[in-house]
């Protein structure tokens, strides 16, 4: 999954610049675009700032071009150590558990409403019974005042590892309410501690 990926899964873009090193022409971790609907940007910016990549987070903010800004351009900042071209070695992190956490796919400001929290509670638990047994799922739900740990994950628990596996194959990189899903295995003891 490339964040290019991620980036037009909010719109088509108008242009788009890794910027690499000119010595070693590695990434250097960060890269600008500008969207052909210029409206799309805030949407960008509020869909991918904060989000977690495997243990990195990614920054993403409007790129302050010259005084006017008359080129309003999200900028992608994630730490150098996460090679913006090499996602794809998130894939599949460590060993399968049998708890997978999902990514991206819920805001915290979705979850705040009875009827929309049962609503994706149903979604996600009828998408993810598709690919095995699900023995239980957790959306830590915002809680006015609180940080609330892993409020914007979903973690679903399958009766065995190979259905997480599984579930891992086929969510990763789909789209959920237009959010690119990323996935990672998630420790079950931490889970059933509720460490988020």
């Known amino acids: 999954m490339k964040v290019k990926e991620l980036l037009t899964s909010f719109g088509p873009l108008k242009a788009f610049n890794l910027v690499k090193d000119s010595a070693t022409s590695l990434s250097k971790g960060y890269a600008f675009c500008e969207y052909v609907d210029v409206s799309v940007t805030d949407q960008a910016v509020a869909g991918l700032n904060g989000m977690q ?45 049998e708890v997978l956490c999902l990514l991206n796919m819920v805001m915290p400001e979705e979850l705040v409403d009875d009827e929309d929290y049962e609503e994706i509670l149903e979604d996600i638990r009828e998408e993810c019974c ?44 789909r789209k959920f309410a237009n959010r690119v899903v990323v996935t990672k295995y998630y420790d079950p003891d931490m889970y059933h501690r509720h460490e988020f």
């Open 130 to 173: 598709k690919y095995g047994n699900v023995r239980s799922i957790e959306i830590p739900r915002p809680v006015d005042g609180l940080e609330v740990p892993g409020c914007g994950k979903i973690f679903v628990e399958y009766v065995s590892a190979s259905d997480c596996q599984k579930a891992m194959q086929a969510l990763t990189g």
């Open 53 to 97: 990549l495997g243990d990195k987070k990614l920054i993403v903010q409007r790129a302050s071009v010259g005084a006017k800004n008359a080129n309003p351009t999200a900028i992608i900042e994630a730490p150098v150590t996460l090679q913006v071209p090499g996602l794809q070695t998130l894939q599949n992190t460590g060993i399968p558990t």
